[in-house]
């Protein structure tokens, strides 16, 4: 009879650790037991999934669990010992426990009396791949053999040591104990580290403590209290999930989130690497290199694609292809960097694979006017169509700026894709219309509101200080703005992925009425871009609010219930946090705020600052633009002033 999968604990119960290629995923109290995702992880194997702490044979009771950073974690527990002193408890467990593999046990007493007490730690690991834990069939921990000053495990995957400082005084392999002799005076404190790492491993050191000085000084302080640890827990966990490309250990990319995901998402590596790009460009830089090297060549259909798999598109869509997107991104976010300061060369040498996603683009559309699913009669998407317009304008921007060809090709067929968006991606209704879903190969529109539409306020950056036009005219934004602000899109924690009024609308549903924190940003940034700051401000004090919920650390999504007096927002038992676009979220958010455009090539920056100032003074330092650090203020009155910036950079009008 075949065993049925075991049913593991949901992740948004966990603590995750990370500081990519290593985690370490624990539940709240401090033991790990070797069940469920439970254990350190290096490079997607478990290296250890049973760490569990006895003082004087009794288990400690665990008081409090917190993060600490994005790489650590605090459990505090106390142990009573069975003598007549009442029942407050005499000696306090603190571990702090890092996704490195180190974990640091130290024992405080609070007794009145000399105390010596034994301290076991049983250890046990399957060395399993995250795949096979996660599906319930990491199979039974291996033996232990002791090994120097601990113990170790080895099988056909790999190998395990776990080392310990100072030494037990005895270690039993069949148990995969270690045991001390702990003497404790009154108020006395004694620590035992262990260190698990992969058998010839050496300690890692998380790609993240690699970046510039502006990513680890970037800082926000204002009148709300909230604004400086989003922006610090946001910057730590995009940190943290960074990871070095094989091929060019230099290049730099973030990967999805964790603990799912901890690998590349073309996708949304593009996405977090744009909205980071405040903090420098050097993430951006790496990030498109590293997929240039695996753009697809031709000829063929999909010559010049940036290759993605598909993805879940909610309970009206089929599955759409997260390649389409990628490709689309690749040259916005070239252009964008280029516009934050990215330096010349390095553009140029990116402009060939650019200008491939760009030729791919053309030939998909063909000789029709939107850009449609891959497969036969395959439907246009409302989002697909505003990547695409955005690609077509800001890559002609750039190829203009480089002496480059076919620059008026694509702003000719952007401009034919307004004028057809317009009239043929309007759904008309008493209410005032809405933008289509997507339009099917026949000509019907899905008529649902998702949030996907707010990727037509995303319509990006050109020179000067001008975003570019829209697909959209102004009558149907204002439209737009009205619904993205109802009460059936905004929750009050965020912007739901699918109105609350449409059939098959499901508060947890990925894209079927949850809250994304990616498309909260991004509606947040094009509302206050387009003028509407009232709708802007209500959805960014609600993912405030939310991210305040969960210490700062935003998931990649959480329900779309509405919020309610004295409530919080219910977690997605299946969200990565942290996650790579949510982070850069954060950043996002943040600096939308300020409005800064920034135009490194001819040295300016403009500042378009929300002036309702919805979070009151808010002061932005250790950004980067033009390869300077970057600083600005904004007033209660919604007034921006630059306070720092790069030598003969000059504030445009």
Request: aromatic share 4%; charged share 20%.
């Amino acid at each position: 009879m075949q065993r049925r999968p075991v049913e593991l604990p949901p992740a948004h119960t966990a603590l995750i650790c990370v500081a990519l290629p290593a985690l370490a995923i624990s539940n709240d109290q401090g033991q790990l037991t070797g069940r469920g995702l439970e254990g350190f992880y290096r490079a997607g194997r478990r290296v250890l999934s049973r760490l569990h702490v006895r003082v004087a044979g009794r288990e400690p009771v665990a008081v409090q669990a917190r993060m600490v950073s994005a790489d650590s974690a605090r459990f505090m527990a106390t142990v009573r010992l069975p003598t007549d002193g009442g029942p407050d408890p005499e000696v306090v467990v603190e571990r702090i426990r890092y996704a490195d593999g180190t974990e640091r046990i130290t024992l405080h007493s609070a007794a009145g009396r000399h105390l010596r007490l034994p301290l076991e730690v049983s250890l046990g690991t399957d060395l399993a791949e995250v795949g096979m834990v996660a599906s319930g069939r990491a199979g039974p921990e291996l033996p232990a053999s002791v090994h120097d000053s601990g113990m170790r495990w080895s099988s056909g995957n790999g190998h395990c040591v776990v080392t310990a400082n100072p030494p037990p005084e005895d270690a039993v392999a069949s148990a995969g104990l270690l045991r001390w002799e702990v003497d404790l005076p009154p108020g006395a404190v004694r620590s035992v580290e262990l260190r698990a790492r992969p058998d010839g491993a050496g300690p890692i050191r998380g790609v993240g403590h690699g970046t510039t000085r502006s990513v680890a000084g970037a800082r926000a302080v204002g009148d709300d209290p909230r604004v400086q640890p989003l922006l610090h827990r946001s910057v730590e966990d995009l940190q943290a999930l960074l990871l070095r490309d094989s091929e060019c250990p230099t290049d730099m990319y973030p990967a999805a989130g964790a603990p799912w995901r901890c690998g590349l998402a073309p996708a949304e590596a593009l996405v977090a690497a744009r909205m980071a790009l405040p903090l420098g460009t050097r993430l951006a830089a790496g990030t498109l290199r590293t997929l240039a090297r695996g753009q697809l060549g031709g000829p063929g259909p999909r010559a010049g694609m940036i290759p993605g798999p598909l993805r879940d598109a909610g309970p009206h869509l089929p599955p759409g292809c997260t390649g389409t997107e990628a490709t689309l991104l690749f040259p916005v976010l070239l252009a964008e960097a280029w516009r934050w300061g990215l330096p010349e060369q390095e553009v140029e040498d990116l402009l060939p694979a650019a200008e491939k996603c760009l030729r791919w683009l053309r030939t998909a559309v063909g000789d029709g006017v939107f850009l449609s699913d891959a497969h036969p009669g395959g439907l246009a998407r409302c989002e697909v169509q505003a990547y695409a317009h955005r690609a077509a304008l800001l890559g002609a921007d750039l190829l203009d700026a480089h002496g480059r060809t076919d620059a008026a090709g694509l702003r000719q067929w952007a401009a034919r894709l307004r004028a057809r968006f317009r009239e043929e991606f309007w759904v008309e209704d008493r209410a005032g219309g809405r933008p289509a879903a997507a339009r099917l190969a026949d000509g019907r529109p899905v008529p649902q509101l998702t949030a996907g539409a707010a990727h037509l306020l995303d319509t990006g950056l050109l020179g000067a200080g001008a975003m570019a036009p829209g697909l959209l005219d102004k009558v149907q934004t204002e439209q737009l703005a009205r619904l993205l602000g109802g009460p059936a899109m905004d929750s009050g924690w965020g912007l739901r992925s699918l109105g609350a009024k449409e059939v098959a609308y499901n508060p947890f549903g990925h894209r079927g009425g949850a809250v994304r924190v990616q498309e909260t940003a991004v509606a947040v940034a094009g509302l206050a871009a387009a003028g509407y700051e009232k709708e802007a401000s209500s959805l960014l004090r609600g993912v405030l609010a939310a991210a305040e919920s969960f210490g700062h650390r935003l998931p990649e999504m959480y329900a779309g219930e509405q919020r309610t007096e004295g409530g919080t927002p219910l977690p997605h038992p299946a969200a990565c946090r942290p996650a790579a676009t949510a982070a850069a979220s954060g950043v996002y958010l943040l600096v939308a705020l300020a409005g800064i455009r920034p135009d490194a090539p001819t040295g300016t920056v403009t500042l378009r600052p929300v002036r309702g100032a919805p979070l009151g003074e808010l002061g932005l330092t250790g950004l980067s633009v033009a390869g300077g650090p970057f600083s600005v203020r904004v007033s209660r009155l919604g007034l921006a002033m630059v306070e720092e910036a790069a030598d003969g950079l000059q504030l445009g009008v």
